[in-house]
T-cell receptor, first 107, second 111 residues
Framework: SQTIHQWPATLVQPVGSPLSLECTVEGTSNPNLYWYRQAAGRGLQLLFYSVGIGQISSEVPQNLSASRPQDRQFILSSKKLLLSDSGFYLC??????FGQGTRLTVV | GENVEQHPSTLSVQEGDSAVIKCTYSDSASNYFPWYKQELGKRPQLIIDIRSNVGEKKDQRIAVTLNKTAKHFSLHITETQPEDSAVYFCAALYNFNKFYFGSGTKLNVKP
């Protein structure tokens, strides 16, 4: 069966620091992978999606970037975090499952 | 792109009653429509889905209907229980690549 792993679960980072969130999928090959952000009490905003290695599409202009160095690995990054980057970040794959989520607080 | 609208944003029902959540989508190319349940602080969990070649699908107390012509789909929960209380999201798979989500419905089942 397919599983999706995302880490870390929680993160507190100062403004201006870098960010790296990682997501991996097991049990499938060539999945589409997604990063979403969810503000408190709000819906899911699609940030990036990837249909294959090195292929990244961005949905909204922002302070974040994504990379897909391997077929089943998807990374969300930032060089300098802003306060507005705080939120709940979720990785998902095209089979319909989500990672556990990362609660990011920028202080 | 795709635009998914979801209503209502909040829904309060008495235990044992039915709950219905509705979504519309804009692009007729969307062909897969999952529903998710998200409990506070947790990841969304897939609870049921439907593909565009099917009009209705049922799994115990939950069912989903799809009207391709009108481009809307609905989640039906019967005999609601307090543990059904959560936020529910609909989604549409657009162009075989991107999942777009509705804005969510907070369901409160009162015991």
């Amino acid at each position: 069966s397919q599983t999706i792993h995302q880490w870390p679960a929680t993160l507190v980072q100062p403004v201006g620091s870098p960010l790296s969130l990682e997501c991996t999928v097991e049990g499938t090959s060539n999945p589409n992978l997604y990063w979403y952000r969810q503000a408190a009490g709000r819906g899911l905003q699609l940030l990036f999606y990837s249909v294959g290695i090195g292929q990244i599409s961005s949905e909204v202009p922002q302070n974040l970037s994504a990379s897909r160095p391997q077929d089943r690995q998807f990374i969300l990054s930032s060089k300098k975090l802003l306060l507005s980057d705080s939120g709940f970040y979720l990785c998902a794959w095209s089979g319909g499952g989500f990672g556990q989520g990362t609660r990011l607080t920028v202080v | 792109g795709e635009n998914v609208e979801q209503h209502p944003s909040t829904l309060s029902v008495q235990e044992g009653d039915s709950a219905v959540i509705k979504c519309t989508y804009s692009d007729s190319a969307s062909n897969y429509f999952p529903w998710y349940k998200q409990e506070l602080g947790k990841r969304p969990q897939l609870i049921i889905d439907i593909r565009s070649n099917v009009g209705e699908k049922k799994d115990q107390r939950i069912a989903v209907t799809l009207n391709k012509t009108a481009k809307h789909f609905s989640l039906h929960i019967t005999e609601t229980q307090p543990e059904d209380s959560a936020v529910y999201f609909c989604a549409a798979l657009y162009n075989f690549n991107k999942f777009y989500f509705g804005s969510g419905t907070k369901l409160n089942v009162k015991p």
